[in-house]
């Protein structure tokens, strides 16, 4: 396009021109005087001159400005001009500077390559914090589950410590004190056998059996407690005869039960089979049974029943021993290595027969539960579903 052409479309578009240029925000235009009064600036120099215009212009700065000698028509500068405060933000943006007899004139505006670079180098760093904050919401929740795993762990941990704690207490104490009875019982039978009569050799024979059976099943327990704790003990069901079951554990406990002159009876029906572990079921029944002729005074009862109910099989164990108030029902069966009374013959307990009871209720994914007044007896109930797991 020639110049002569270039000048009349600009001169007939010269007010549109004039008023897009000042109003520009890409555009930055003051005009001062040469003593330092500023006499226009559009919006956006206002923004970057502020209250003291002069004293914002840093490099270069107004007086220096003012010593660039007159050109005509020409820029007395051109170049990147600072304006703002060293002390806190500053801005530096390509400018050219003119100067008319009494008045300068600033023209800065935006260096758009230096901008773009900018964007891009704002889109990479965005770029970088998403994905660091990525990982770092990723590392949080890794932390948290870490966390959380070891906290597990210590309570884990924690309850390991007071189990074997209370396992060395019970070894300490709970077999030491019937081994003292059963060795002192026999040291007065082999010293004085010649001299005793037979209703004082029964007494001494009688607790000699009681100590022997009470520390055995202590020890038995013990012992299955601790496969339990190294998970030595595999969860194997398989179709049993319960009635069939019941009356293997009977067999076991009947002199137990003779001791105390205490009847037994089952309510089972005989063609009850069910799916379960039989070992855990004979350790299950054992430890109830036995518990109930420890707790039942002499010539009292106990009632086995057992039946199916929907798609459960529901054993309960019934006596009309001394029972307990709630306050020691609700935590029978919370924590290994429970205090317990003793029998009504002075029976010792560790408790953790019933611990057993509910571990291997658990594993057929059953409940147990109880029901008891004091002197008035105690039922335990126990329930298997019909449908458990193959393996634990």
Not at 249 to 264: D, G, M, P, R, Y
Not at 293 to 314: D, V, W
């Amino acid at each position: 396009m020639n110049s002569s052409l270039k000048n009349k479309i600009i001169e007939y578009w010269e007010p549109e021109i004039l008023h897009a240029v000042v109003d520009t925000d890409y555009l930055s235009i003051a005009v001062f005087t040469i003593e330092g009064k500023l006499l226009f600036a559009n919006k956006p120099m206002s923004r970057l001159l502020g209250s003291s215009p002069k004293e914002r212009l840093l490099n270069p700065g107004f007086d220096k400005i003012c010593l660039y000698p007159l050109k005509e028509k020409e820029p007395v500068f051109d170049g990147f001009i600072t304006f703002g405060s060293y002390s806190e933000f500053n801005i530096s943006l390509p400018a050219l500077i003119y100067r008319k007899e009494n008045q300068i004139l600033i023209l800065a505006r935006e260096d758009f390559e230096k901008l773009h670079e900018q964007n891009k180098t704002l889109l990479l760093l965005n770029r970088e914090i998403n994905n660091l904050q990525r990982q770092l919401i990723t590392e949080k929740k890794n932390l948290e589950t870490t966390l959380k795993q070891l906290d597990e762990t210590n309570r884990e941990l924690t309850k390991i410590n007071r189990q074997k704690d209370k396992f060395f207490s019970v070894i300490a104490h709970d077999l030491r004190s019937p081994f003292n009875s059963i060795l002192g019982f026999a040291a007065i039978l082999k010293e004085n056998v010649s001299e005793l009569s037979p209703d004082e050799i029964e007494k001494y024979t009688t607790h000699l059996y009681d100590s022997s059976l009470n520390t055995y099943n202590l020890l038995i327990n013990l012992l299955e407690w601790a496969s339990l704790q190294r998970e030595a003990i595999r969860f194997n069901p398989e179709l049993i005869v319960v009635g069939n079951t019941v009356t293997e554990v009977l067999n076991l406990l009947k002199e137990q039960a003779f001791q105390k002159s205490i009847s037994i009876e089952t309510h089972i029906p005989k063609a009850l089979q069910w799916n379960a572990d039989k070992n855990m079921l004979t350790i299950i029944l054992r430890n109830l049974i036995s518990n109930s002729i420890k707790f039942t005074p002499r010539e009292g009862k106990i009632n086995i029943s057992a039946r199916q109910t929907k798609n459960e099989l529901e054993i309960s164990v019934t006596d009309n021993g001394v029972g307990m108030p709630e306050e020691i029902s609700k935590e029978l069966f919370l924590n290994e290595f429970n205090e317990t009374s003793r029998g009504t013959e002075n029976e010792k307990g560790s408790g953790l027969g019933l611990a057993l009871c509910k571990e291997f209720v658990e594993f057929h994914n059953g409940k147990i539960e109880v029901k008891s007044q004091l002197n008035e007896g105690t039922t335990i109930t126990f329930f298997l579903p019909g449908l458990v797991e193959t393996s634990k």
